[in-house]
């Protein structure tokens, strides 16, 4: 049995679509990532998923129980950790007595560990806190009864990068433990470290489902290599070749096998070669251009995230919400 099983799920709010026709499953132990631009319809899915959205049509399964069956949904939810990507935190509350009423709906073994590691001051008011504060309150309440699966709506906005190295580390002993994560991120570099494989959410549609090694290999090489000669450049017009750039030294992004290359630069005396992985960037780019592929494609539709090379952001949207 899958953590999550997501049949042709479609949620739309009277005319405006959310999602329309996703499928895909959540391994157990796995860390799957919905990635997307702003709008895409990772909320969508993930409220629809624990049963808060009723789906216009379509279904899914957490842990087994069908998330359009209130009774169901309720069980499956009780050994989810939720993590909202707006925590709608009551601000008139202190930090402890809001856990205080999660803690006595589902459990809080871990709380006193997460409040010590993520260096919360439970005492102050919600009003009072940042909003990296009210993160991390989030943060204990969706992990504090160790649940089987977490749903994380954007886990690390307003974290700063030393409370997210935290919380990466902390997905890690969760899933090491055998729970299954589920999370949305507009942020390509944190779905890359932490999740084994990335659905792309593009205007409702899932365009694509692919593990995060499959990604990068489809990226190719970064190749820069120095040579002693003058370098003809049509040598390098060749197949496998992308972005060539000649100059003192020559640049390309290389997508072939490596013998080809091994091929190519034996005309020549190699001073300095170096070759790393190309950016994810640039394969994860590939699912945004054009139109929204696929049988349940609206085509025709604007290409979303067109800073996401520079930033590794998706879409206009940085790194918070
Ligand atoms: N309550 C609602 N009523 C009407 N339309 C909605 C509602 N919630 C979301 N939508 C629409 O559904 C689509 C998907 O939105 P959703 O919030 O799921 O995207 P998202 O990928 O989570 O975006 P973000 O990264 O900005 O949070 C958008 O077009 C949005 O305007």
Redesign the pocket.
């Known amino acids: 049995m899958s953590a999550i099983e997501c049949r042709n799920l479609s949620k739309y ?2 005319d ?4 329309e026709d996703v499928s895909f499953a959540v391994q157990n132990g796995e860390v799957f990532g919905f990635l ?10 993930i409220r629809t998923l624990l049963g808060f959205l009723s789906p216009t049509s379509g279904g899914a399964t957490l842990l087994g129980n069908d998330a359009a069956d209130p009774v169901e949904s309720r069980r499956a939810r009780e050994r989810t950790g939720y993590l909202p ?1 707006d925590p709608g935190l009551d601000r008139d509350r202190t930090a402890k007595a809001f856990l205080d009423h999660q803690a006595a709906l589902r459990g809080a073994s871990s709380r006193e560990d997460l409040v010590d590691r993520f260096g919360l001051d439970e005492s102050r008011r919600i009003a009072e806190l940042s909003r990296g504060n009210r993160q991390k309150v989030a943060l204990v309440a969706a992990f504090m009864h160790d649940p089987d699966l977490l749903l994380l ?2 886990p690390t906005s307003g974290l700063d990068p030393l409370l997210q190295e935290e919380f990466a580390a902390l997905v890690r002993e969760r899933v090491d433990d055998g729970a299954s994560v589920l999370l ?1 991120s ?1 942020v390509l570099g944190e779905v890359a470290a932490l999740c084994d494989r990335v659905g792309v ?1 593009r205007e ?1 549609h899932l365009v694509a489902v692919e593990s995060v090694s499959d990604l990068r290999s489809r990226g190719g090489k970064q190749v820069r290599v120095r040579v002693a000669e003058g370098v003809d450049r049509d040598d390098f017009e060749v197949r496998g070749i992308m972005n060539l750039r000649v100059g003192e030294t020559v640049s390309f992004t290389w997508t072939g096998e490596y013998d080809d290359l091994i091929d190519l630069l034996s005309g020549y005396t190699v001073l300095d070669l170096d070759v790393v992985d190309a950016p994810l960037e640039e394969a994860f780019m590939t699912f945004y251009d054009g139109d929204v592929p696929g049988p349940t494609g609206s085509g025709g539709g604007e290409s979303s995230g067109s800073d996401a090379a520079g930033s590794g952001a998706v879409g206009s ?1 940085g790194e918070g ?1």
């Not at 405006?16 to 999602?19: A, D, E, F, K, N």
């Open positions: 709010y009277g405006v679509r959310g999602i997307g631009p702003n709008g895409a319809g990772k909320t969508t899915a990507g709506d954007e949305s507009h959410l409702g949207g919400r």
